[in-house]
T-cell receptor, first 113, second 118 residues
C-alpha cells in the first residue's frame, strides 16, 4: 500500500549512542517532515525538506540531523542520544498541491535510558 | 507564529450521541487553513476535516462537522452519532506557512482525549 513507512517502530538507546530513524514514501511527494511528540503533547516540527538535496530546520532541531539524497527517503539521525530525546517520532510527506494534508507514518517510539 | 488552545483534556460521550470538541487559536494571517486530526491508540495521525479560513461555510465530512467562528478564532469539532471507533486523541491543527520554502507545518495543541461509552 502507498504511504509513509518508518523503521524501526520501537527502539531503546543508551545515553550517548547514535542511531538513524528511517523514513521512506512511495507517493513521489516533494515535501517531507520529521515531527516529535512528547507525552501528552501535540507534534513539534524537527526538520523538513522541500525536495532532494534541500533541508531546513523546524522548531526543535537541536540534537538532530537529516539528509535528503532521494525524493523517497528522509532519514533522521541522532548523534549523541540524550534522555530529553525520549519521544515518539513521526515522519510525514505531502505533495505540492496547496491544501493537501500531510501523510503521516506510524511513528517510532524511542526511549533513551 | 500561530498558537492553539484545546481547553478540554478529556471528553466522554455515549455511543450514538453528539459531542463537541473546542479549539481556539491565534494568528495574524488573514487567509489560512485549519485541520482536525485524530490519533487512535495505533498512533497513526488521521485527517478528520479541514476548513479554509476564507470560506464562510462550515466544513462537513459525514458525521463530522466544524463550527468555524473566524472573528472569535474558534474552530470546534462536532461528532454526531458517535461510534466506538471514534475514541482517540483529537488535535486541532492550524496550518502555518513556512514562507521562505513554499511549504507549511502544523501547529498542534495538547489534544483532547475522547472516550466513547457503550
Amino acid at each position: 500500500n502507498a504511504g509513509v513507512t518508518q523503521t524501526p517502530k520501537f527502539r531503546i538507546l543508551k545515553i550517548g549512542q547514535s542511531m538513524t530513524l528511517q523514513c521512506t514514501q512511495d507517493m513521489n511527494h516533494n515535501y517531507m517532515y520529521w515531527y516529535r511528540q512528547d507525552p501528552g503533547m501535540g507534534l513539534k516540527l524537527i526538520y523538513y525538506s522541500v525536495g532532494a538535496g534541500i533541508t531546513d530546520k523546524g522548531e526543535v532541531p537541536n540534537g538532530y540531523n537529516v539528509s535528503r539524497s532521494t525524493t523517497e527517503d528522509f532519514p533522521l539521525r541522532l548523534e549523541l542520544a540524550a534522555p530529553s530525546q525520549t519521544s515518539v517520532y513521526f515522519c510525514a510527506s505531502s505533495s505540492t498541491t496547496t491544501w493537501w494534508p500531510q501523510h503521516f507514518g506510524d511513528g517510532t517510539r524511542l526511549s533513551i535510558l | 507564529a500561530q498558537t492553539v488552545t484545546q481547553s478540554q483534556p478529556e471528553m466522554s460521550v455515549q455511543e450514538a450521541e453528539t459531542v463537541t470538541l473546542s479549539c481556539t487559536y491565534d494568528t495574524s494571517e488573514s487567509d489560512y487553513y485549519l485541520f482536525w486530526y485524530k490519533q487512535p491508540p495505533s498512533r497513526q495521525m488521521i485527517l478528520v476535516i479541514r476548513q479554509e479560513a476564507y470560506k464562510q461555510q462550515n466544513a462537513t465530512e459525514n458525521r463530522f462537522s466544524v463550527n468555524f467562528q473566524k472573528a472569535a478564532k474558534s474552530f470546534s469539532l462536532k461528532i454526531s452519532d458517535s461510534q466506538l471507533g471514534d475514541a482517540a486523541m483529537y488535535f486541532c491543527a492550524p496550518r502555518e506557512d513556512l514562507t521562505t520554502s513554499g511549504t507549511y507545518k502544523y501547529i498542534f495543541g495538547t489534544g483532547t482525549r475522547l472516550k466513547v461509552l457503550a
